[in-house]
């Protein structure tokens, strides 16, 4: 296979495997590099329907807040 459809990855044996449910795209089953809408992609490439402690929603990825804040939205 050279390339697998929108929705799946290639594996170690060469296969189309699909996504995980909340990946619109992925590097592999663990690894989202784009979530499905209304889901934000946190660093460690998972989908949720929000971000983390310290963490904003920017676009579709949740970054970090300043140093000096524990929550903030921008």
Excluded: H, R, W, Y
């Excluded at 929705?7 to 044996?13: T, Y």
């Excluded at 449910?21 to 660093?43: P, R, V």
Aim: proline share 1%.
């Amino acid at each position: 296979v050279n390339s697998c459809p929108t929705g799946f990855f290639q594996s170690k044996d060469k296969e189309c495997v699909q996504c995980n449910e909340s990946c619109e795209e992925c590097q592999d089953l663990s690894k989202c590099t784009k979530c499905k809408e209304g889901l934000t992609i946190n660093e460690n490439g998972t989908c949720n329907s929000q971000c983390s402690e310290g963490k904003f929603f920017a676009g579709e990825n949740c970054l970090c807040c300043s140093e000096n804040c524990s929550t903030c939205l921008n």
